[in-house]
């Protein structure tokens, strides 16, 4: 089993959050999660590598991040980044601060989304990184603590609202369920969960739900934004990358153990999704990790 560093973060029971402001040339923290949300902004961090779940992606001059799930890996390393003066602010609260309750209330309906995808990593828009700029910008130096706690909730609210945000993680590597989907779709999904490492036919996922191949197909993209086709591949890629990550297995044993019946569709299916070869990716993972 890999290890993963997991963090003891300055939380403590009294704190509704806690906001770190810092101006670094380096990324040396290693890939980590832990039970706390975090929302990660970075200025001037053009070429840092992102790393959440199973996406590895190079950020440009302005990012922010919101991670909610407790056992998905993170991190932010040096990549092709070469500024001397990257600002960064991180926050992280507790997923007690928002109950259920709470969230359960039309007005945090956005929130409680935001929150659910999250699970998964989330990342925002430029535009939305520019309309809280200057909440971000004070929230660190702001010295009543009740006016900092309106000013996350004005930042949570405004970014929920953001409908270029991005999903990163795939929900087979983080290990999530998506239980808002239809009654439908959730039955394909969880045949095709079971099943990825098997042929799965067009044919008889439609059949499972009493729809023809055509209006299935039409049924199943409308409420997934994917192709299906491009899910299946998603759910193999996503629990690959977790052997890849988990296990000492051979590439090519992981390979056909998650579906895939040639190796080197499979490196080349993984290198257009992630960015990096199977061999490149555990390479990236391994390095750094350790339990404290």
């Known amino acids: 089993m890999s290890q993963v560093l997991q963090e003891i973060t300055p939380l403590s029971e009294k704190d509704c959050f806690y906001v770190v402001e810092r101006h670094k040339s380096e990324f040396l923290f290693p890939i980590h999660c832990h039970a706390e949300f975090e929302l990660n902004f970075i200025e001037n961090g053009a070429g840092v590598r992102r790393i959440v779940g199973d996406s590895v992606e190079e950020i440009g001059d302005y990012e922010l991040t919101l991670v909610a799930g407790e056992r998905l890996e993170h991190a932010w390393e040096q990549g092709n980044?070469?500024?001397a003066d990257v600002r960064e602010i991180t926050i992280q609260f507790s997923r007690t601060l928002f109950p259920e309750e709470l969230l359960a209330r039309k007005q945090f309906r956005t929130i409680r989304e935001m929150f659910h995808k999250a699970a998964n990593g989330l990342t925002f828009s430029l535009k939305a990184i520019m309309k809280v700029y200057n909440l971000l910008d004070v929230l660190a130096s702001e010295p009543d603590g009740f006016e900092q706690y309106q000013r996350l909730l004005q930042i949570l609210y405004?970014?929920?609202?953001?409908?270029?945000?991005?999903?990163?993680?795939s929900s087979s590597f983080a290990n999530m369920e998506h239980n808002e989907e239809s009654r439908r779709v959730r039955k394909v999904q969880e045949y095709i969960n079971a099943r990825y490492n098997e042929e799965i036919r067009l044919e008889d996922c439609a059949a499972?739900?009493?729809?023809?191949?055509?209006?299935?197909?039409?049924?199943?993209?409308?409420?997934?934004?994917?192709?299906?086709?491009?899910?299946?591949?998603?759910?193999?890629?996503?629990?690959?990358?977790?052997?890849?990550?988990?296990?000492?297995?051979?590439?090519?044993?992981?390979?056909?153990?998650?579906?895939?019946n040639n190796l080197s569709n499979f490196n080349r299916a993984f290198k257009a999704r992630r960015g990096y070869t199977p061999r490149d990716f555990r390479t990236l993972f391994k390095k750094n990790r350790v339990f404290v």
Request: charged share 20%; glycine share 8%.
């Open 81 to 83: 980044c070469h500024s």
């Open 158 to 169: 405004t970014l929920s609202n953001d409908e270029g945000a991005r999903v990163l993680a």
């Open 208 to 260: 499972m739900v009493g729809m023809s191949s055509s209006a299935f197909s039409r049924f199943f993209k409308q409420h997934t934004g994917r192709t299906l086709m491009d899910y299946i591949i998603d759910i193999r890629l996503g629990n690959a990358a977790r052997l890849l990550v988990d296990t000492s297995e051979g590439i090519s044993e992981i390979s056909y153990a998650c579906g895939f």
